[in-house]
């Protein structure tokens, strides 16, 4: 099924498409593509807040789009596999049975996932400033990607 489709078929049902994904096998650079999509994803989101940024304060948009890309594409990266690991020991901790690579693909799968809500919250940064506008729309995205990670944790450790 299409990564598109998949995204979809997330907002219904994160589980069933955890499993989904899981049934394909274990495969690492599946899961690291993900992570780098959605890395990406997140980076291109920030672009106008960034530029609302810069033209606010005069600061130098390259810098602060040379930050932001070392952070999105570096730095976390490293940060998500190590949450990932914690995420599986926590599942290790319940009862689950289910794997590190099942763990970094829930999190991953779930910020990739969710990655239209993170688009729509940078259009508000960038558009309309920081308010009660900009403050829902990071909520919506908060409580849709614990629901994805959540719901993918769940799925893959009832794995048998």
Same mark, same amino acid.
């Given at each position: ?5 998949n @995204?979809?078929?997330?907002?219904? /049902? ?8 899981? =049934?394909? /096998?274990?495969? =690492?650079?599946?899961? &690291? ?9 997140? $980076?291109?989101? !920030? ?5 609302? =940024?810069? #033209?606010?304060?005069? !600061?130098?948009?390259n810098? &602060? ?7 999105w594409?570096f730095?976390a ?6 949450i990932?690991?914690?995420?599986? *020991?926590?599942?290790?901790?319940? *009862?689950?049975?289910?794997?590190a690579?099942?763990?970094?693909l829930?999190? $991953? ?6 990655s239209?809500l993170?688009?729509? #919250? ?10 009660? =506008? &900009? !403050?829902?729309?990071?909520? @919506?995205?908060?409580?849709? $990607? /614990?629901?994805?990670? @959540? *719901?993918?944790?769940?799925? !893959?450790e009832?794995?048998?």
């Amino acid at each position: 099924m299409a990564i598109s489709r998949n @995204i979809a078929a997330t907002y219904r /049902g994160p589980g069933r498409v955890m499993r989904r994904l899981l =049934e394909m /096998g274990a495969r =690492e650079d599946r899961a &690291l593509a993900y992570l780098m999509g959605a890395c990406a994803l997140v $980076f291109v989101a !920030q672009l106008p807040r960034l530029s609302r =940024e810069a #033209h606010l304060t005069g !600061q130098d948009l390259n810098m &602060l789009m040379g930050a932001t890309l070392m952070a999105w594409i570096f730095i976390a990266p490293l940060a998500l596999y190590a949450i990932a690991l914690l995420a599986r *020991g926590v599942g290790r901790i319940l *009862g689950g049975n289910g794997s590190a690579y099942g763990a970094r693909l829930a999190l $991953f799968w779930a910020l990739l996932a969710s990655s239209p809500l993170i688009l729509l #919250h940078g259009l508000t940064a960038g558009f309309v400033g920081p308010g009660l =506008e &900009l !403050q829902i729309v990071g909520l @919506i995205w908060l409580v849709v $990607f /614990g629901w994805f990670w @959540i *719901g993918g944790s769940i799925a !893959q450790e009832r794995r048998s």
